[in-house]
Nanobody
Framework: VQLQASGGGLVQAGGSLRLSCAASGRTIGTYAMGWFRQAPGKEREFVAVMTWTGADTFYADSVKGRFTISRGNAKNTVNLQMNSLKPEDTAVYYC???????????????????WGQGTLVTVSS
């Protein structure tokens, strides 16, 4: 599975951005797609996850109510709509695919087998 993330950029606080992640290759059997972010000097942090069917979503407390993960119009695409952005949302955002259900929660990075290259989001104050 190959993942291509896009949509990052520079935005003022309070603004919005939409990230997209396009999956290609052998996507059959994909269980979920998640978004993570990593700010300079910090560990990679869970943001949101959606099961591949779109039936279930889960968000980090820090983005709940501001970010929405959803299936895109294009095939095998997942979007992350980010509203009311804050300077602390500044980070490189990564999409990732989990290819099995398992017992570990999807907020754990190690359950994801495939990662995109990341897209930079910068929120100015």
């Amino acid at each position: 599975v190959q993942l291509q993330a896009s949509g990052g950029g520079l935005v003022q606080a309070g603004g919005s951005l939409r990230l997209s992640c396009a999956a290609s290759g052998r996507t059959i059997g994909t269980y979920a797609m998640g978004w993570f972010r990593q700010a300079p000097g910090k560990e990679r942090e869970f943001v949101a996850v959606m099961t591949w069917t779109g039936a279930d979503t889960f968000y980090a407390d820090s983005v709940k109510g501001r970010f929405t993960i959803s299936r895109g119009n294009a095939k095998n695409t997942v979007n992350l709509q980010m509203n009311s952005l804050k300077p602390e949302d500044t980070a490189v955002y990564y999409c990732a695919v989990r290819d099995y259900s398992g017992s570990e929660h999807s907020r754990v990075p190690s359950v994801y087998a495939y990662w995109g290259q990341g897209t930079l989001v910068t929120v100015s104050s």
